[in-house]
């Protein structure tokens, strides 16, 4: 009787963990999305939550991937370090074995490190970092490891577009560095500081100014009495969300004008704070694509409409797109859902581009490289930019082309592989 017993409890774990580890395989693809949900950076971490979700969706309503559907686990650190760690482990205790984030370097940094010793100890749960946004140039370099992707180009090579065009621009004589003062914004001023000198010898550098406390300051009218006496015709300028907004406002409050060089001035979760103060100066920003271009591909035209209907907003980057259908045919072609075997099949990946461009993910360093172009923001032409279910009458106009050549730069990455 005993025996039976045993036995039968036996087959009954056996059923129960054949249960369990069925389930594990046929369930949903969790993605822990790791961004500032409240806070003064809580409108863009919401717009990336947004992004993510539609393009997870898109690839859910085509059958998802093999048989599985991707789900998107929002995860608030409320742009604080010590709760990005929390989030981290609690993603990680909960078996989800994807992390997504892009929202703040130093966040982004604190991830890649988190998750270096983590994998390093625990080899077949190792836990892959698709970087969609966070651009400090080190993420590449000295601090690449092989479980972490980046899907934006880096700061060096947004630099690189930025003062490639810059350097065909005969009007522009003095420029202002202008950045917050943290690892993104310091390595945004080192790089132009570096780049200007050797590829637009011309432009004098009048200014150079680091703000903190990052995403705080509310005055913004002692930088701009600076920038005024330096002379300056240009700034040149990494800064994002309030610490962007608020310096456009401040501009055009004061009625000074320079053309705006940027990454971020113009992200569509600061356009209902700044409106037409963004047409006041002439800003330009690269991007890997125009979004108000009306000359899209029709398969794009709809990827395009779907998201403005379904989110209400008009995609602000084309990354989220080509980052998950990567991580779909990476998965797809290896058969396998484990981190290790998707982080392979993604290095030298080509992507699908809108424009008949380039995407590749470079396998030394695991820096995606693109075409990019300058974008000049105007008033509504063809097609305009809508946040929120609010027509903002503004669209981009390309106003340079960037190849991928021009910005693909050197890396110190010395990858360590599994």
Not at 274 to 294: A, G, Q, R, S
Request: glycine fraction near 6%; charge should be neutral.
């Amino acid at each position: 009787m005993k025996t039976f017993i045993t036995i039968s409890n036996i087959i009954f774990c056996l059923i129960f963990l054949s249960a369990c580890e069925k389930k594990e395989t046929k369930g949903p693809i969790k993605i822990a999305a790791i961004e500032p949900l409240s806070g003064p950076y809580a409108a863009v971490g919401k717009d990336i939550i947004d992004f993510a979700q539609y393009s997870a969706d898109i690839i859910n309503e085509n059958g998802g991937i093999n048989g599985r559907m991707i789900e998107i686990v929002p995860m608030d650190n409320a742009m604080k370090a010590e709760k990005t760690t929390e989030l981290l482990r609690k993603a990680i205790d909960e078996n989800i074995r994807f992390i997504t984030q892009g929202g703040g370097s130093s966040h982004a940094l604190n991830i890649i490190k988190q998750l270096e010793k983590y994998n390093a100890r625990n080899p077949g749960k190792e836990v892959l970092f698709l970087n969609h946004s966070a651009v400090t140039t080190s993420f590449t370099n000295e601090e690449c490891t092989f479980f972490h992707f980046r899907f934006d180009a880096n700061v060096d090579m947004k630099v690189a577009g930025l003062v490639s065009h810059m350097s065909k621009d005969n009007s522009i004589k003095k420029v202002y560095l202008f950045n917050q003062n943290y690892v993104y914004g310091q390595t945004f001023r080192d790089t132009a500081t570096k780049m200007i000198k050797n590829k637009a010898p011309d432009i004098e550098i009048v200014g150079d100014e680091l703000i903190q406390p990052f995403g705080k300051v509310q005055d913004f009218n002692p930088y701009i009495t600076k920038i005024k006496l330096s002379g300056a015709d240009t700034v040149l300028t990494g800064n994002w969300g309030p610490d962007a907004y608020r310096f456009v406002n401040a501009l055009k409050d004061a009625g000074v004008k320079v053309k705006l060089f940027g990454i971020y001035i113009s992200q569509p979760a600061g356009m209902a704070a700044m409106e037409k103060n963004l047409l006041f100066n002439d800003v330009i920003v690269v991007k890997e694509f125009n979004p108000t271009n009306p000359n899209s591909p029709e398969w794009y035209k709809n990827y395009e409409k779907g998201q403005v209907e379904k989110m209400g907003l008009t995609p602000d980057a084309d990354r989220f797109r080509f980052m998950f259908e990567m991580f779909k045919n990476a998965i797809e072609i290896t058969n396998s859902f484990e981190p290790k075997d998707i982080a392979y099949a993604l290095e030298g990946m080509e992507g699908r581009s809108i424009d008949g461009g380039k995407i590749k993910m470079r396998k030394d360093d695991h820096q995606i490289h693109f075409d990019m172009q300058a974008l000049l923001l105007t008033e509504k032409k063809d097609q305009s930019v809508i946040y929120r279910n609010q027509d903002f009458d503004m669209s981009y106009v390309t106003v340079g082309n960037i190849p991928m050549e021009d910005i693909t730069l050197d890396t110190s990455c010395e990858m360590k592989r599994p």
